[in-house]
Structures are given as C-alpha cells and as structure tokens.
C-alpha cells in the first residue's frame, strides 16, 4: 500500500522542480537569445540541466530509501498491463483532445491573457527569437527539442508525476488526479497563459492513468504529442 504523503510535501514536490527550472531558465534565456538562439534553446537546456536530473534524483533517491522493505516494489505503483485494443482506443483519443486544446483553445486563450493579464513578457521569455536568430539556430534547436522535450522529458515527466506524486497525493482517487493535472500545469511556470488549455488537455490523460492503473498510457500519449509537435515546428523551419 502506497503511503500518501502530506500537502505541503505533495504540493511541494509537484511545484519546486517547476520552480528551479523557471530561475535557470530566466537566466539562460537572457545569455542565450542574444547571442541568436531561440528562447526555445533556453527551455530545452533547462530540461536537459534541470528538469531531468531533479526528477530523476528524486525517484532514485526514493528507490534507495525504500530498498529492502516490503513496499520496495511500489514506487510507481500504476504499471498496469493493458491490452493492445485499450491502447488503440484510448491513445488516439486523448491525443486528438489534447491537440484540439493545445492547436485550437490554447492560442485563444493566450492572446486573450496576454493582453488581459500577461502584458509583461520580454520577447525571450514568450518565445520569440531575435532579429539575428538564423534558420540553422532554429533547426537545431528544434532537433535538440525532438530527443529532450519529445522523448526524454515526457517519459521522465510521467514517471516523476504520474507513476510517482500521483498515487502519494492524499486525497481519493476522484480528485487526485484533477489535483496532479492543476498542480503539473502551475510548474509550467514559464507559460502561465495556457494553463486553462494545458489543463484541459492533460486531465482526460490523468484520469486514464490513475482509472487504468497505468502509466504507459501517459507517457505514450505524451511522447506523442511533444514529438509530433515538435516535428510539425521542424517541418515548418525546414520548408
């Protein structure tokens, strides 16, 4: 039985990584998008520095901790086995969903933000390149971006909140999921103006998670949904 952890360490864990990434990732933006890199290197750097390392560290540092007691093998408890027909079913859905809101609700909602709320954000930290930023230091950003912010970054991410926090947050499994998916959108602190869309997108994500008991469906649809993004902005620099 997995042992829920406290609010303020629930909320904690969900918040600081996001916290420690936003501070490295202020400063490299301004040392970096100078210099003719996207803001977008800057994120992925961090990801890479940061993000990663810290939650990697705390999964190992968890494991380590629980090593030869009887709960060893619950780290990540949602490692159920589906049958290849629920993939095919639920994946493509919540993929097409999240799409839908990040393609359709999210630019709506972050032009109306941005004017109403977020008129602050220098140029580097919303995501504009500046005027000396070559199509080359975008391609490779964006290759950079497929294998950190398309593969490796999703993958450790649902280990981290989904096969990890989530299962700990000390509350039933109605609202635990809700919770995670309103807490993972706040540690994006770098675009607080698609929270309502990121929201929406990732909870049918979580709610699969935690009523399949499974977090493979997490990181496929997440893997999926960062790379083809990812790809989709490649394709745009290529052509």
Known sequence: ??????????????????????????VASRMLTPR????????????????IPY????????????AGKADAQELIPYRERLPLL??????????????FCFFVIAPREE?????????????WLAGA???????????VTLVFG???NGLAAPLVEELYFRGYLLPRIPCTRRWSPLLNTILFSLYHLFSP??????????????????????ISIGIAVHCLLNSIAMLLALRGALG
Not at 111 to 123: D, H, S, T, V
Not at 129 to 139: D, E, Q
Request: aromatic fraction near 14%; charge should be positive.
């Open 1 to 26: 039985m997995v042992e829920p952890q406290s609010w303020p360490r629930s909320i904690g864990a969900h918040l600081v990584p996001g916290i420690l990434a936003f501070g490295f990732y202020v």
């Open 36 to 51: 003719g890199l996207p803001p977008p290197f800057a994120l992925f750097l961090t990801v890479l520095v940061v993000l």
């Open 55 to 66: 939650e990697l560290g705390v999964l190992v540092h968890a494991s380590r901790k629980s």
């Open 86 to 99: 629920q993939y095919t079913v639920l994946v493509p859905l919540l993929l097409a969903w999240a799409f």
């Open 111 to 123: 032009r109306f933000l941005a004017e109403a709320l977020f008129p602050w954000p220098p140029g």
């Open 129 to 139: 390149g500046s005027a000396s930023t070559s199509r080359n230091a975008w391609i």
């Open 146 to 148: 497929l294998v950190v």
């Open 193 to 214: 103006w698609q929270n309502l869309a990121r929201i929406l997108a990732v909870a049918p994500i979580v709610y699969a998670v935690s009523w399949k008991r499974s």
